[in-house]
């Protein structure tokens, strides 16, 4: 989708929440059977944070949106709407989004969750820069939040070491320049796949052929090499698919941010693309994978560094269980 909108949207103040204890490689290794080396190899990753019994979805999304809110300069009784991407929420009924607005003082603000797993947060901002450019809202908080290490069976080598927790957080607010907020779009899923990455509470959810499965119920199952596959595919599609629709060369982007699942991952479409390695923004080796969290994680440290430049495109891609991708040129 392209914008052609007559008013644009601009990203007012981010903000982002990561648990206090940090768990290395090293700390990994008297967990599981595995090593630093091979994490790092096969992963990018180095450290992971993760929540203890006080930090939950809820309260890592209330202190990432609480900083997005002072950044922006944006009263929280203000904002129409307020969106939070999540799969590991502590409660189905009611939102995550429910209890944060109510913490932030959102009390005015339409309230709801996005269950799409690590494309949660840009499915977000997708919308939420649709409704702002269509007139239907001016101001709209977008969270994105998970703590996926309570859903880790720490038996399982292959997950207990790619998941960390954290949020991040964006008020995205209308701007007079239409050139502004998205200018492109996509939102993808394939239902097909959602057995590659799923969470059963009991027997009744597990497929038939994954009766055999190990690992217990109650925990995180994931196929990764077909994730692996799928998602090297998908990403290198999503940035040209991007690039060809906005007319965009590889060097007008000032930066690509990828979710952060794997850094092969992300390497892979760098070298496929020609992508100048230095614009594609890797945190992954202090994260891990952090689901709905990762883009608006990035996001928030490019903002907070200074390195987000008015006026130049940024590309964001993300792919998660369901399975689902999406992709957005944003022009900050
Ligand atoms: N430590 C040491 N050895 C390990 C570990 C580990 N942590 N995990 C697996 N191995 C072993 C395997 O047992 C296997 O051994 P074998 O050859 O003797 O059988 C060998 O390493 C290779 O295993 P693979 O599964 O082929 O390893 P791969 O290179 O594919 O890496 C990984 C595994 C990291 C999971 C990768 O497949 C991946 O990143 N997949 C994508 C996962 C992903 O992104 N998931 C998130 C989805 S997004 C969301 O919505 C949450």
């Given at each position: 989708?392209?914008?052609?909108?007559?008013?644009?949207?601009?990203?007012?103040?981010?903000?982002?929440?990561?648990?206090?204890?940090?768990?290395?490689?090293?700390?990994?290794?008297?967990?599981?059977?595995?090593?630093?080396?091979?994490?790092?190899?096969?992963?990018?990753?180095?450290?992971?944070?993760?929540?203890?019994?006080?930090?939950?979805?809820?309260?890592?999304?209330?202190?990432?949106?609480?900083q997005?809110?002072?950044?922006?300069?944006?009263?929280?009784?203000?904002?129409?709407?307020?969106?939070?991407?999540?799969?590991?929420?502590?409660?189905?009924?009611?939102?995550?989004?429910?209890?944060?607005?109510?913490?932030?003082?959102?009390?005015?603000?339409?309230?709801?969750?996005?269950?799409?797993?690590?494309s949660?947060?840009?499915?977000?901002?997708?919308?939420?820069?649709?409704?702002?450019?269509?007139?239907?809202?001016?101001?709209?908080?977008?969270?994105g939040?998970?703590?996926?290490?309570?859903?880790?069976?720490?038996?399982?080598?292959?997950?207990?070491?790619?998941?960390?927790?954290?949020?991040?957080?964006?008020?995205?607010?209308?701007?007079?320049?239409?050139?502004?907020?998205?200018?492109?779009q996509?939102?993808?899923?394939?239902g097909r796949?959602?057995?590659?990455?799923?969470?059963?509470?009991?027997?009744?959810?597990?497929?038939?052929?994954?009766?055999?499965?190990?690992?217990?119920l109650?925990?995180?199952?994931?196929?990764?090499?077909?994730?692996?596959?799928?998602?090297?595919?998908?990403?290198?599609?999503?940035?040209?698919?991007?690039?060809?629709?906005?007319?965009?060369?590889?060097?007008?982007?000032?930066?690509?941010?990828?979710?952060?699942?794997?850094?092969?991952?992300?390497?892979?479409?760098?070298?496929k693309?020609?992508?100048?390695?230095?614009?594609?923004?890797?945190?992954?080796?202090?994260?891990?994978?952090?689901?709905?969290?990762?883009?608006?994680?990035?996001?928030?440290?490019?903002?907070?560094?200074?390195?987000?430049?008015?006026?130049?495109?940024?590309i964001?891609?993300?792919?998660?269980?369901?399975?689902?991708?999406a992709?957005?040129?944003?022009?900050?």
């Open positions: 989708m392209t914008a052609t909108f007559g008013r644009g949207v601009r990203i007012a103040g981010t903000g982002r929440a990561v648990p206090a204890q940090v768990l290395t490689n090293k700390d990994l290794e008297k967990l599981v059977d595995t090593s630093d080396e091979w994490i790092v190899q096969r992963t990018g990753i180095r450290a992971r944070h993760k929540a203890n019994e006080h930090e939950t979805v809820f309260s890592l999304g209330r202190d990432a949106l609480l997005a809110l002072q950044a922006s300069g944006v009263n929280p009784a203000d904002l129409d709407m307020v969106i939070v991407a999540t799969v590991s929420g502590e409660m189905l009924c009611p939102s995550t989004a429910a209890r944060i607005s109510e913490a932030v003082g959102a009390d005015d603000a339409a309230v709801f969750d996005i269950a799409a797993a690590c949660g947060f840009l499915y977000a901002l997708n919308m939420a820069d649709t409704m702002i450019r269509c007139g239907r809202a001016e101001r709209i908080a977008i969270v939040v998970e703590v996926l290490t309570r859903l880790v069976d720490w038996d399982d080598r292959t997950v207990s070491i790619i998941f960390g927790d954290g949020a991040g957080a964006a008020v995205v607010v209308a701007d007079p320049d239409p050139s502004r907020g998205c200018i492109h996509t939102m993808h899923g394939d796949m959602w057995r590659t990455l799923y969470h059963p509470r009991n027997e009744r959810e597990v497929p038939p052929a994954d009766a055999a499965n190990p690992i217990r109650g925990h995180l199952r994931m196929h990764g090499r077909e994730i692996y596959k799928f998602a090297v595919t998908r990403f290198q599609e999503a940035i040209k698919d991007a690039l060809d629709r906005t007319g965009l060369g590889v060097d007008d982007v000032q930066h690509y941010i990828c979710h952060q699942s794997n850094q092969r991952i992300i390497e892979s479409a760098v070298e693309l020609s992508l100048p390695p230095e614009r594609v923004y890797v945190n992954i080796d202090r994260y891990g994978n952090t689901s709905a969290a990762s883009i608006p994680i990035c996001l928030d440290e490019l903002c907070r560094a200074g390195r987000i430049e008015p006026g130049k495109p940024i964001l891609v993300a792919f998660g269980a369901g399975v689902t991708w992709s957005c040129v944003w022009n900050a």
